[in-house]
């Protein structure tokens, strides 16, 4: 492996641990911070209009387990998945109906056309974009044909460690609607709906089917 490359690994590795450490630290906070469905009730609204109904899910980056929760509550089987420890003791407390398993969205320790639905909030942007593209590469991979994914990122203009609070710190990758469109494409999904939650936010969340073919 080449130097650079092999550097650029180990770069993208301490961004990681530092943001997995950083979530496990501030765990009760951040679900103290982050428990109101309010911000996403739309989106899980059409999420589940879009999937069959008792549908196989997947919460990819479940955290606290506040989404996988809603998602159970309608009827659905939902799996989470997620690297902080911390966080997935409090999703298993959460909804102790519901599956979560330690791990990384860029290997997902699932078998191929797993789920109907796939459901990854604000998780994307905390990867390098070569990562970015496996991950989503691996959501393809886990769905059934015509499964539906819905994404979110934070459209950052360049990358690096970004504050919140005392001691909690993430790295977030610079990514546009533009960068996550080509994602997309080259991991054989397609977009159908797009849409930005503000322009001052500048959140984008997009929904797309994995092909079938």
């Given at each position: 492996?080449?130097?650079?490359?092999?550097?650029?690994?180990?770069?993208?590795?301490?961004?990681?641990?530092?943001?997995?450490?950083?979530?496990?630290?501030?765990?009760?906070?951040?679900?103290?911070?982050?428990?109101?469905?309010?911000?996403?009730?739309?989106?899980?609204?059409?999420?589940?209009?879009?999937?069959?109904c008792a549908a196989s899910l997947?919460?990819?980056?479940?955290?606290?387990?506040?989404?996988?929760?809603?998602?159970?509550?309608?009827?659905?089987?939902?799996?989470?998945?997620?690297?902080?420890?911390?966080?997935?003791?409090?999703?298993?407390?959460?909804?102790?109906?519901?599956?979560?398993?330690?791990?990384?969205?860029?290997?997902?320790?699932?078998?191929?056309?797993?789920?109907?639905?796939?459901?990854?909030?604000?998780?994307?942007?905390?990867?390098?974009?070569?990562?970015?593209?496996?991950?989503?590469?691996?959501?393809?991979?886990?769905?059934?044909?015509?499964?539906?994914?819905?994404?979110?990122?934070?459209?950052?203009?360049?990358?690096?460690?970004?504050?919140?609070?005392?001691d909690f710190v993430r790295y977030?990758?610079?990514?546009?609607?533009?960068?996550?469109?080509?994602?997309?494409?080259?991991?054989?999904?397609?977009?159908?709906?797009?849409?930005?939650?503000?322009?001052e936010s500048r959140w984008l969340?997009?929904?797309?089917?994995?092909?079938?073919?």
């Amino acid at each position: 492996m080449p130097i650079s490359l092999l550097d650029e690994e180990q770069e993208a590795e301490w961004f990681y641990s530092g943001t997995i450490s950083s979530y496990d630290r501030c765990a009760a906070r951040y679900a103290a911070q982050n428990d109101s469905i309010s911000e996403v009730k739309d989106l899980l609204t059409f999420f589940d209009k879009e999937i069959p109904c008792a549908a196989s899910l997947l919460d990819a980056g479940c955290g606290h387990g506040r989404d996988a929760e809603y998602l159970s509550s309608l009827g659905h089987t939902v799996h989470g998945i997620d690297r902080s420890e911390k966080l997935l003791r409090m999703a298993r407390e959460r909804v102790p109906k519901s599956y979560f398993v330690e791990g990384d969205i860029r290997s997902l320790p699932f078998r191929d056309r797993s789920f109907d639905g796939l459901w990854m909030n604000a998780v994307l942007h905390h990867l390098v974009p070569p990562h970015m593209l496996q991950a989503l590469t691996e959501c393809h991979r886990v769905l059934k044909p015509s499964g539906l994914l819905f994404v979110s990122v934070h459209l950052d203009d360049s990358s690096g460690w970004q504050t919140k609070g005392q001691d909690f710190v993430r790295y977030y990758a610079r990514i546009s609607g533009v960068m996550l469109a080509e994602f997309l494409r080259d991991a054989r999904l397609t977009p159908v709906r797009m849409t930005s939650r503000s322009a001052e936010s500048r959140w984008l969340h997009c929904f797309a089917r994995a092909h079938t073919g």
